[in-house]
């Protein structure tokens, strides 16, 4: 009787090897459920394996596999970057050291220090933050714009996308200002996609642009990831769109 809650082969089941949370006193059912969920995800599994800051790190792995993001020697911006997993992806990635720092993240979260990387503590949002990175930079420009930022959500789907929009309109527009020809911009937005004016601004300033959603990304979550590559400069105004966009 004892083998009838094991699978085939006398082993147990995924769904038996799930680890379960019970409610404690004073927490959440939804408190539960995230708790329940983290220690059952894989990507959260690898990361603490890997030595990452977050699950958060695979995404902009993957998005890299697929888009060619990272190259040796280029500049980074991470936005919103706290706790530092995409900044992290990124230094390894481009060779930043501390001698010769390529990595510029800023976030209003106290994070600790990581290697390569010039970190800001600041909110993106006020007016002086995106002189605060131009001048982190050194002068330079960036060849790589990325953003996973986002307001705690509201649960008012609507709501929630009017203020994730805001954001990405945010770092468009600082990335237009800061990257280099050739240059690429990456932010997280939810499902549904990038506003048509905003997506019309991107289309003239890079050759292309995508949308992608990668396996790290939880299927049940909202988020999606827009991509646009091959900057043409802050000056481009042809009006053409780009030449393999999804959008």
Known sequence: MADKALGRGGRKSEKDLKIRVKTAKGRKVSSTKWLERQLNDPYVARARAA????????KIIEIDEKH??????????DLGAAPGGWSQVAAAAVGSTDANPLVVGIDYLEMDSIPGVILLKKDFTEDDAPQMLTDALGGHKADLVMSDMAWPTTGHRATDHIRIMQLVELAAYFAVDVLAPGGAFVAKVFQGGTEHE?????????????????PASRQDSAETYLVAKGFKGKDSADGTGGDNSDG
């Open 51 to 58: 030595g990452m800051r977050s699950r958060a790190a695979f």
């Open 68 to 77: 060619k993001l990272f190259r040796r020697g280029m500049r980074v911006v």
């Open 198 to 214: 905003l997506l019309h601004m991107l289309k003239r300033h890079f050759r292309s642009t995508f949308h992608v959603k990668p």
